[in-house]
């Protein structure tokens, strides 16, 4: 009975079953909060130690699966030397088996493969994807890029998914702390997100399409001036700088960014005196109240570096790529560099010719 009690609860009533008996059994835990504005997504749920060995336990209810993220983290923790554990209800009992005794390699093996496997799914589809969605050309200095083995020249087929493209070239750059970028992008709606209140890009998931258009419009504009050879030198910094332009739309503290722009439907009558309210077509977004009027180039640099460096001229192209659109960005004029001009042009075709943008250019 009771192991059938373990395998029928849920994710969260198995959690504190797990943490009742590492109490009994005298190990030091903490439990992570992962994926808030502050904390690192894809953390295990609980960090132990126990009998002198580091324990990272991913808690998952029956047929629950882990995320890339929580994988990646699972393998660096095995990596390190600790025991990286996917735990579900079914295996509670080896569970608490190698808690007794953490130096039974046999037991921890057991327990490994239930993230292994997933391991070797996403490598699988690594694999296939590198073959389809491969950003650069070879590293030769006198071959220049292919377009049509760019990733982020794909964003403009059909039906493309817009935050694999993102994702894939993002981590291809190797900067470090990426992955922990990714993950918060998703856990703050970066990849929902319309892009503007009612210009270009408004719909969900606008503002991945938008930065995946970006994304190749400044590669096409990289190759062409610079040739193959000296797109190749900059081109982790147009990646990163075109990807996470726009990061700051998402919002901050909680809040985001664009909120429904609601209008009034009709009017009200004697019969009906309640006045009804409907979000509007003509702009279906409005940028939230709530928010303080930062603008989001200067909120992209911030979100992004609370996980990644960026280079003093990646900050750049970032908080000036609206260019003299924008009044407060004058301190632009004579001091263009190669990366803004790149992300500023990108950023306007993107948006005016690609999305047909007739506005302002302004963040509603």
């Known amino acids: 009975m009771k192991g059938v009690m373990i395998r029928m609860a849920d994710e969260k009533n198995f959690e504190n079953r797990v943490k009742a008996y590492l109490r009994e059994s005298g190990c030091w835990f903490l439990k ?17 130690c126990c009998r002198g060995r580091f324990m990272g336990v991913e808690i998952k209810a029956p047929g629950g699966k882990p995320t890339d993220l929580q994988i990646y983290n699972l393998r660096r923790i095995d990596t ?95 900067r470090e702390g990426m992955v922990d970028l990714i993950g918060f992008m998703g856990d703050v709606g970066f990849f929902d997100a319309p892009a503007s209140g009612g210009n270009h890009s408004h719909e969900k998931g606008g503002l991945a399409a938008h930065t995946a258009n970006v994304m190749m419009c400044a590669e096409k504009i990289g190759v062409a001036l610079l040739g193959g050879a000296g797109y190749n030198e900059v081109q982790n910094s147009v990646v990163i700088a075109a990807a996470l332009h726009d990061l700051g739309k998402c919002g901050d503290y909680g809040k985001q960014m664009y909120v429904p722009n609601m209008i009034k439907d009709g009017k009200p009558t004697k019969a009906d005196p309640v006045q009804k309210f409907k979000q509007s077509e003509a702009k279906p977004w409005k940028r939230n109240p709530d928010l303080l009027p930062l603008d989001h180039a200067t909120r992209s640099i911030k979100l992004a570096t609370l996980y990644i460096d960026l280079t003093e001229e990646e900050e750049y192209a970032i908080r000036y790529h609206d260019g003299l659109y924008d009044t407060a960005n004058y301190g632009v004029k004579g001091h263009e560099t190669r990366l803004y001009m790149i992300l500023h042009w990108a950023d306007m075709w993107a948006s005016k010719v690609i999305e047909g943008d007739s506005g302002d250019n302004s963040e509603e």
């Open 32 to 48: 992570y909060w992962g994926g808030a504005a502050y904390t690192k997504s894809g953390i295990p749920d609980l960090l132990v």
């Open 80 to 174: 390190a030397g600790g025991l990286a554990i996917l735990l579900y209800p079914k295996d509670y009992d080896l569970f608490k088996r190698l808690v007794e005794d953490p130096g039974n390699k046999k037991l921890y093996e057991v327990l490994k493969s239930k993230w292994k496997h997933f391991e070797n799914i996403i490598k699988e589809k690594e694999t296939k994807g590198m073959e389809k969605e491969r950003i650069t050309g070879t590293e030769s200095g006198n071959t220049v890029v292919k377009p049509e083995e760019s990733a982020v020249t794909q964003a403009g087929t059909v039906d493309y998914n817009y935050p694999d493209i993102i994702r894939t070239a993002l981590l291809k750059t190797g």
